[in-house]
């Protein structure tokens, strides 16, 4: 048979051009030939090959961390921002620009979340992709900003898509009052427990200055367990050039009180702003992880662009601004990436605008690829997260050891718990457990003086519900990660109960090891 011919890419390769000259066609791409795969597998005429999935699957990158990411975009709307650099389109969300992928995508689908999230889903699962985990990224700019019945009825539509198997659409109006929006929320939510398609966390983008008690309360009834902070930049005086109407003081209030609630924090900065240099650029990063007040868990990196519509195109025509050369903007984030910690994920250092929307600035758009060549030139190695993931690189036979890193982060107590190998240069698993200071008050009751795990995830080949393969995510690492955090709490700490931020379709795995849900947190009592 066809399938015990392939082994491996080489075999396909080999075999597409043997058929491809047979029948004097042109070359079939494997998306082509998965799609008509999946095809005779529904209509059961072939029997399914593991192999020839894994050979198949296109851009096998996006579920090599675990998961996979679906990005939806909100509806246009006003952004109380007047940032300069913010690029602008009319209808669209500030920020965001036609030709990126979200964005066409939601444009083609007038966005509605419902159609979006279904439309992406089967999208991946069409590539190869398992659809089983899934995190789920609201974008758009300030989605603190929107009218909050809006909001609950976005993220329940969410859900409504990732929990119907069948493709069914019922429009239903997001002017509901919100007691009845959140009620449907929480439906579909309980749904999503057992669903086929679970959102395992949910981020959001939303600005410093939006965070309160308050807010934090809805996001989380919400089922948010990432929030993305506009920050951009921690100089006071360069915030206030570019308009950002923000300060170092909101900065770290907002990073605190969200790092104090379970929440991930994830910060956009933009080297190159107006008012900025490259040494003060490199300063800001260093500032980032050596100040207590800041140390943020994820970053994105976003070298400012000229787009035509951003305030800052004014000013670059009047040669008031002047873009990085890209060389000089590769020796920038070579010397960022080298000096940054074990326990940063860097999630981005590019956005995806088209390159004929930049009207000056950077338009490489492998930027990442060429500063990771050009860190191993100079002998240099990024630690960060994202950097160290085992992804493909997985053999069963290596030895996996524990490493602890403790640090004081935003008033609080952090410990970043990892099973790597030996020289740190594969992360199979991690945990970010937070000891919170003894003063705060939480609006949930349950946080009083309790332990926080504010993120854990085991990467590799993401293996799909109540399948066993071999890879990290089938070793049990997470469980040990959550022992050993447990132990940490309880005999180091004298701490009595702990607390999961628990994204909704991760709770019954939470459960299983004997945590309850309470006011929107997976608990446990610890004996």
């Known amino acids: 048979m066809i399938k015990e011919k392939i082994k491996n890419e080489r075999d396909l390769a080999n075999f597409k051009r043997k058929i491809a000259k ?44 675990g998961i996979v990411n679906v990005s939806v975009l909100t509806k246009p709307y006003f952004c109380p921002g007047k940032c300069i650099f913010c690029p602008t389109e009319k209808g669209l969300p500030k920020s965001y620009l036609s030709g990126e992928p979200a964005v066409e995508r939601a444009k083609r689908l007038n966005f509605d979340p419902y159609f979006q999230m ?14 089983d985990k899934i995190e789920l990224r609201i974008v758009g700019g300030t989605f603190s900003a929107y009218p909050k019945n809006y909001r609950i009825w976005f993220v329940k539509e969410c859900f409504r898509a990732a929990n119907e198997n069948k493709f069914y659409h019922k429009i239903l109006p997001w002017q509901n009052n919100v007691v009845h929006l959140f009620e449907e929320l929480k439906k579909e939510q309980r749904k999503n427990e057992k669903a086929k398609n679970r959102i395992v966390g949910i981020s959001i983008e939303t600005r410093p200055d939006f965070i309160n008690e308050k807010e934090i309360k809805f996001l989380r009834e919400l089922g948010v367990t990432m929030v993305e902070l506009g920050v951009q930049t921690i100089f ?18 907002a990073t605190k009180l969200l ?97 004929t929307k930049i009207v000056a600035g950077c ?24 950097c160290r993931e085992v992804r493909e690189n997985y053999n069963p036979k290596e030895k996996i050891y524990l ?3 403790d ?17 740190r240069t594969k992360l199979f698993s991690f945990l970010r457990l937070r000891i919170p200071n003894s003063e705060f008050l ?59 931020i628990s994204g909704v379709g991760v709770r019954d795995y939470w459960r299983k090891i004997g945590y309850k849900l309470k006011e929107t947190y997976m608990v446990k009592t610890l004996r």
């Not at 020796?331 to 981005?348: G, M």
């Not at 338009?363 to 994202?386: D, G, T, Y």
């Not at 640090?407 to 020289?423: C, H, P, R, T, V």
């Not at 022992?483 to 709490?489: H, P, V």
Request: net charge positive; glycine share 4%.
């Open 22 to 65: 047979e029948f004097k066609i042109p070359l079939p791409s494997n998306f082509e030939l998965f799609k008509a795969y999946q095809i005779l597998l529904r209509e059961k005429r072939i029997k399914r090959s593991k192999i020839l999935e894994k050979i198949l699957k296109t851009r096998k990158v996006r579920s090599l961390s």
């Open 403 to 405: 490493f602890r890193e």
């Open 236 to 253: 006071d005086d360069v915030l206030e050039k570019n308009k950002t109407g923000l300060n170092q003081n909101t900065i770290a209030k």
């Open 259 to 355: 790092k104090d609630y379970g929440f991930k924090v994830l910060y956009h900065l933009m080297p190159n702003l107006l008012g900025s240099d490259l040494k003060k650029d490199f300063d800001c990063f260093k500032i980032l992880f050596s100040d207590e007040n800041f140390k943020p868990d994820w970053i994105k990196i976003y070298p400012t662009v000229v787009t035509k519509g951003g305030l800052i195109y004014e000013l670059w025509k009047k040669k008031k601004y002047k873009p990085y050369s890209d060389k000089e903007l590769i020796e920038l984030l070579v010397q960022i990436k080298s000096i940054l910690p074990y326990w940063v994920r860097v999630a981005r250092i590019q956005r995806d605008i088209p390159a």
């Open 407 to 423: 640090y004081e982060a935003s008033g609080g107590k952090e410990i970043f718990l990892s099973f790597e190998n030996k020289n």
């Open 363 to 386: 338009k490489i758009s492998n930027l990442r690829e060429i500063v990771q060549r050009e860190l191993k030139n100079k002998k240099l190695k990024c630690k960060c997260i994202r």
């Open 442 to 500: 939480p609006v949930f009751k349950v946080l009083k003086d309790a332990a926080i795990i504010r993120e854990i995830q085991t990467f590799g080949q993401m293996v799909p519900l109540g399948e066993k393969i071999l890879a990290p995510q089938h070793r049990g690492l997470g469980k040990k990660l959550i022992k050993k955090a447990e132990k940490i709490a309880k005999k180091e700490f004298g701490v009595e109960k702990i607390c999961s």
């Open 118 to 131: 279904k439309k992406r889903i089967e999208m991946l699962k069409i590539e190869g992709h398992p659809t």
